[in-house]
Nanobody, 132 residues
């Protein structure tokens, strides 16, 4: 069973930065994508960003474009979400997720990140709180 280990998160002020990391010790994620989803109280879960481990292809939600940067380190089997210029509306629990099945090759990163059909592993979540 793959366990995703998340780190990062915390309480910051508006305009500050944070970095989330997601590792999968002992498991090779090379053929899959890793993503972050967030859920704020009273709101639906939202796909924030995803990265494909092989070629680094990415997806960003419109709400975070230009502020968040996703990356991966294949040697460490780890993905990172650098969040800058944080806003109060970014406050949520952020969940790392990894695919356990490969989507069809025709599926682009937008579709791949937004669907949870191929995700098989979830992290426990990290609270990110941004105060104004």
């Amino acid at each position: 069973q793959v366990q995703l280990v998340e780190s990062g998160g915390g309480v910051v002020q508006s305009g500050d930065s944070l970095r989330l990391s997601c590792a999968a010790p002992g498991f090779t994620l090379d053929y899959y994508a890793i993503g972050w989803f967030r859920q704020a109280p009273g709101k639906e879960r939202e796909a924030v960003s995803c990265v494909k481990m092989t070629d680094g292809s990415t997806y960003y939600a419109d709400s975070v474009k230009g502020r968040f940067t996703v990356s991966r380190d294949r040697t460490k089997n780890t993905a990172y979400l650098e969040m800058s210029n944080l806003k109060p509306e970014d406050t949520a629990i952020y969940y790392c997720a990894a695919e356990s099945r490969r989507p069809p090759s025709w599926m682009n990163m937008d579709e791949r990140c937004k669907t949870v059909e191929y995700i098989g592993y979830w992290g426990k979540g990290s609270q990110v709180t941004v105060s104004s």
